[in-house]
């Protein structure tokens, strides 16, 4: 290797990058980290603008400090969502932006059933109701009532990709009609998964049970809104493992004290960690977790060296595995040269 490559983490979640310094110092790529998930773009840009390789965890990477990235030729997103970077800036600069967007699908589709199953049944009126077994020594079920068979109810899917994928497969041994809507599906995937798209608004309206797994867009950014929540049944419960900014959280907050549907779960927030006027908190039907559902040993080290070989691809010449901005390959100024 004629020129030494910089790679750079503006920050991570890791207990440490041992193995990270190790597989660099393997690839002779110059490597280094940083806690700047708060910092101010300038620090960002002190820190990182000489780096051909950046990874991103959750600090923002806007148009400005994209703008000022003198040497960067691909930034990577550590995980699925990237509405932390700003990747139209950096197309128009000619640095290619990849994701790892199979990383911790398993997790995500495991802790969205996890969170259907608890919402559904009710299990935070569950524990209340066994606390007051132990205060007032017998058992008051009134504030339970009423709970639904799952079996036999219909669960809609929305967004099925990776993670959606998963939920589908694992839950169709439930024994739950499943309603998918999906307009990007190919027909070859509705056919080999053996269903078909439902529009938005018919799945709503059907199903007992909606969880979400779509990106943030301009398409879907508040798509569910007060009018959209509005269609679900009243005994209905919604989950979002996605982004926070699908669900508009007033309005979600406002649906569930008025009983337009009975419950939700939650593992994505506006602000996070949450502030103390959060509308959601404190709510008998409502399950917040605190955005872990990507977390598992297995799936942290999956990301791991799913980024690792994007490294390793960088330094022979290679694309990373999933390129957010294709187009940018095309532009004049495009800095990665196959």
Request: glycine fraction near 6%; hydrophobic fraction near 40%; charged fraction near 25%.
């Amino acid at each position: 290797m004629s020129v030494k490559i910089t790679f750079k983490i503006t920050d991570y979640i890791e207990h440490d990058l041992t193995w990270e310094e190790e597989q660099c110092k393997k690839l002779g790529v110059d490597f280094h980290f940083y806690h700047l998930k708060e910092s101010p773009p300038d620090e960002i840009v002190r820190n990182v603008s000489d780096a051909d390789i950046l990874l991103v965890n959750m600090a923002k990477i806007t148009p400005d400090v994209i703008c000022r990235l003198e040497n960067t030729k691909v930034i990577i997103r550590h995980g699925i969502g990237y509405d932390n970077l700003a990747v139209d800036s950096a197309t128009e600069n000619g640095i290619v932006c990849a994701n790892e967007p199979t990383a911790s699908s398993e997790d995500v589709a495991e802790q969205a059933i996890m969170l259907m199953f608890a919402a559904y049944r009710k299990i935070q009126v569950q524990f209340k109701t066994f606390d007051n077994v132990i205060v007032n020594g017998k058992l008051i079920m009134d504030d339970i009532y009423p709970v639904y068979r799952m079996a036999g109810k219909t669960l809609g899917i929305i967004g099925c990709g990776n993670i959606g994928k998963h939920v589908l497969r694992k839950m169709q041994s439930f024994g739950m009609n499943i309603l998918v809507s999906d307009p990007y599906l190919s027909s070859e995937e509705l056919k080999e998964l053996n269903i078909t798209h439902t529009p938005l608004e018919e799945l709503l309206s059907g199903s007992d049970i909606v969880t979400i797994h779509v990106p943030v867009t301009d398409n879907t950014i508040h798509m569910f809104d007060m009018k959209k929540i509005s269609l679900m049944k009243k005994t209905a419960v919604i989950v979002n493992t996605s982004r926070a900014g699908i669900i508009n959280v007033p309005d979600l907050a406002k649906a569930l004290k008025n009983g337009v549907i009975a419950g939700a779960g939650i593992d994505v927030h506006p602000y996070e960690p949450p502030l103390s006027n959060y509308e959601l908190l404190g709510m008998d039907n409502v399950l917040l977790t605190p955005h872990l559902a990507w977390y598992s040993e297995e799936g942290g080290w999956d990301i791991r060296h799913m980024i690792m070989d994007d490294v390793r691809s960088f330094t022979q010449g290679r694309l990373p595995k999933s390129v957010l901005n294709p187009e940018v390959l095309n532009k004049p100024n495009v800095r990665m040269k196959l």
